[in-house]
């Protein structure tokens, strides 16, 4: 989901005759549901799949901060500024997480925040929209952490243990964000016409944005296959998302908002929502870094790199210093 287009290094698994016999050793541990650990023989490109999406995902988190970030100050209230303070924090802090076990596999995190700044990684495109009101934050809190929710709860029993491990905590902070933002939109939806018809708004303007965040159609995704039998990923694009709106068309309705779907209708005979699919053009030209703000998301972060240059020298130098105290130390 925050890594929506990911290279497995095949379209298709291999057949069990075509496998290696560390391959097949490797696919056993998989179908019987073993973690794989760092330190574990692992294909290289189960390893490259997973450093891209482990990456695509950190970055997710951390860019995931500036669409929020400039409405800590604008908060309406200092209970409202406290709350998206604490959730601002929490994206940095899931950042850490994804980027610390990306390294496990043998890449340092400021290899991936070069990748990143050189534009040969990604971030999730729903982050490349604008934050224009306050209602928006309701919005990004109920529906980006809500489908964020929906895929990372899988990714709990993804077969990469770090990675695993690292979704348990983050699950339970992103469950936080998706109260606060409904919580948000609750607040607006019950108030004045003026407050409702802002968070209708907002509804209308994320509701497709957040349904690409589960990446492109299945049948446009041709190395799903591949992640799925490595259990990297759990469910496919078009699974996830039809459950994002089967979960999500109910609560709307309890706010009295409407979905902005003319088409979206119970289907009594599937068991589920049959709903309008985004417009896939928008989805790719967005992935592709002409959304609305993928230029200031862009420089914003490289920014931040840049100004930042002094610490880590400081730090790679405090660190030179300590070694060589240490080296005397144990030569004295």
Not at 72 to 84: C, Q
């Amino acid at each position: 989901m925050y890594a929506q287009v990911i290279d497995s290094g095949g379209k298709q698994p291999k057949r069990p005759d075509d496998l290696s016999a560390e391959e097949k050793a490797f696919m056993q541990r998989i179908d019987a549901n073993e973690k794989i650990e760092p330190k574990d023989w692992m294909p290289e490109g189960y390893r490259r799949t997973l450093i891209r999406q482990i990456g695509q995902h950190a970055h997710s988190e951390v860019v995931g901060q500036l669409p929020e970030g400039n409405w800590i100050t604008r908060a309406p209230t200092l209970e409202r500024k406290a709350i998206l303070l604490a959730k601002v924090q929490d994206e940095a802090g899931h950042g850490l997480y994804l980027y610390c076990a990306a390294e496990t596999l043998g890449v340092s995190r400021d290899d991936l925040i070069q990748r990143l700044l050189a534009g040969d990684m990604k971030y999730s495109s729903i982050f490349n929209y604008p934050t224009l009101n306050w209602a928006d934050i309701g919005a990004v809190g109920w529906l980006v952490d809500g489908a964020a929710i929906m895929n990372q709860v899988a990714l709990q029993r993804t077969s990469y243990g770090p990675y695993s491990r690292a979704m348990v905590r983050i699950c339970k902070e992103e469950s936080f964000h998706q109260r606060q933002g409904y919580d948000i939109m609750m607040k607006m939806a019950q108030g004045t016409p003026e407050q409702k018809a802002m968070a209708q708004d907002a509804l209308n303007r994320f509701w497709y944005p957040s349904l690409m965040m589960f990446g492109p159609p299945d049948s446009d995704s041709v190395h799903t296959a591949q992640s799925m039998a490595w259990k990297i990923k759990i469910n496919t694009n078009d699974e996830l998302r039809q459950r994002f709106v089967d979960q999500t068309v109910p609560q709307a309705e309890y706010l009295g908002l409407t979905i902005p779907d003319d088409n979206l209708r119970w289907n009594d005979e599937r068991g589920e929502y049959d709903f309008t699919q985004p417009d896939w053009e928008e989805f790719w030209q967005v992935i592709n870094g002409y959304g609305p703000c993928n230029r200031e998301r862009m420089d914003a972060r490289i920014k931040a790199w840049d100004d930042g240059a002094w610490f880590r020298e400081a730090l790679a130098e405090h660190g030179k210093k300590r070694a060589q105290r240490q080296a005397k130390a144990v030569n004295a």
